[in-house]
């Protein structure tokens, strides 16, 4: 079994900055892409921001210039810098990632599974 936990959430006032970490733990042969995700108040879960094994980024447009996805993939981590922050970032912030088990990686299958954390609150008050 592997899973992500994510820490770092908290209250911050606008224009702050915030740090979220994601590690992933358990028999892991190999991570593929992680992201983090979001899910505002009363809103459907909406992508932040995706980084490659190879460390190619893409953001959500809301969040371009302001926020920051990097990876160790030596110690299975992914981090969210988060910098001046709105209030419209208020949500609950989601890791994910696709792994692939020591037992796939050893059998030489190729399919990822689909990883989530549990999630961690990010309030942003004005």
């Known amino acids: 079994q592997v899973q992500l936990v994510e820490s770092g959430g908290g209250l911050v006032q606008a224009g702050g900055s915030l740090r979220l970490s994601c590690a992933a733990s358990?028999?892991?042969?190999?991570?593929?892409?992680m992201a983090w995700y979001r899910q505002p108040p009363g809103k459907q879960r909406e992508l932040v921001a995706v980084?490659?094994?190879?460390?190619?980024?893409d953001y959500a447009d809301p969040v371009k210039g302001r926020f920051s996805i990097s990876r160790d993939n030596a110690d299975n981590r992914v981090y969210l810098q988060m910098n001046s922050l709105k209030p419209e970032d208020t949500a609950v912030y989601y890791c994910?990632?696709?792994?692939?088990?020591?037992?796939?990686?050893?059998?030489?299958?190729?399919?990822?599974?689909?990883?989530w954390g549990q999630g961690t609150l990010v309030t942003v008050s004005s």
């Open positions: 994910n990632a696709a792994i692939i088990t020591s037992a796939q990686a050893f059998l030489g299958l190729k399919n990822a599974q689909d990883v």
């Open positions: 358990g028999s892991i042969g190999r991570i593929n892409a």
């Open positions: 980084i490659t094994s190879g460390g190619t980024t």
